[in-house]
């Protein structure tokens, strides 16, 4: 866990929406796919931010029970530029506005920076 403070100005924004439990239907991942890749982008206009999304991957999150595998919810990951500490707050905010209980359970907002010094 960083600090808010600590929010690298480049880097990777991983948003995870899980399903909820009970509740899942069939047409959840697409919808999921759909509403996050054209909502949070235009968060960043709305509010002005001038973040330079870029949509990078979307993934299922399977979950597994036993022998069983089913998607227990998705995940978008996001390229950003110019982030700062209060635009990341910012931008948290109008993602938990995003969140209905009908298909939205719970989710995660994780942000990913590439390791200097490893070459």
Do not use: C, H
Request: no cysteine; proline share 5%.
């Amino acid at each position: 866990m960083i600090l808010l403070e600590e929010v690298p100005k480049t880097g990777i924004l991983i948003l995870t929406v899980y399903f909820p439990m009970g509740k899942y239907k069939g047409y959840f991942q697409n919808e999921a796919r759909k509403r996050l890749k054209e909502k949070i982008p235009r968060i960043d206009e709305k509010e002005k931010l001038g973040l330079e999304l870029e949509p990078l991957q979307f993934s299922l999150v399977r979950t597994i029970s036993g022998n069983i595998s089913r998607a227990g919810g998705v995940q978008w990951q996001f390229g950003y530029k110019n982030m700062t500490p209060k635009k990341f707050k910012i931008l948290y905010e109008n993602i938990k506005r995003l969140s209905t209980p009908e298909w939205w359970g719970s989710f995660d907002v994780l942000i990913a920076s590439n390791v200097a010094g490893v070459d």
